[in-house]
């Protein structure tokens, strides 16, 4: 058997193999373990309260507003402190024009705090 032939039926495996499990797996994904996850889990879990600034400053802002940005966002490691006490994390999304644009929230022991928001310009 040479080297094409080789080639050929490891390729064929490779596409069978592939092709089996997106049959069997293709509705679960794997993404639910990755670091972004866990801390947007761990921040809808633990329950969200709004910091007593950030109601000063945006009265109009509720907690469900800051979720819908969870669900959607993407967390900022370099702009964050996981490492820090209490552990903080930036979470962003792409919005449209006024909508919530980035939250800051800490990770407290009884509930996640939210210390700042920014809006899309």
Do not use: N, Y
């Given at each position: 058997m040479n080297f094409w032939q080789r080639l050929?039926?490891?390729?064929?495996g490779i596409v069978l193999g592939i092709g089996l499990s997106l049959y069997?797996?293709?509705?679960r994904g794997c993404g639910s373990?990755?670091?972004?996850?866990?801390?947007?889990?761990?921040?809808?879990e633990g329950g969200l309260q709004l910091?007593?600034?950030?109601?000063?400053?945006?009265?109009?802002?509720?907690?469900?507003d800051v979720l819908a940005l969870v669900s959607v966002a993407d967390v900022d490691f370099?702009?964050?402190g996981p490492r820090e006490t209490p552990q903080w994390y930036v979470l962003r999304a792409d919005v449209a024009?006024?909508?919530?644009?980035?939250?800051e929230v800490v990770?407290?022991?009884?509930?996640?705090?939210?210390?700042?928001?920014?809006?899309?310009?």
């Open positions: 050929s039926r490891f390729g064929i069997f797996f293709g509705g373990w990755l670091p972004s996850a866990q801390i947007r889990t761990s921040v809808v910091s007593e600034e950030v109601i000063a400053q945006h009265p109009e802002i509720s907690v469900s370099a702009g964050s024009p006024g909508d919530l644009r980035e939250v990770l407290a022991d009884t509930a996640s705090v939210v210390r700042r928001v920014a809006f899309q310009e």
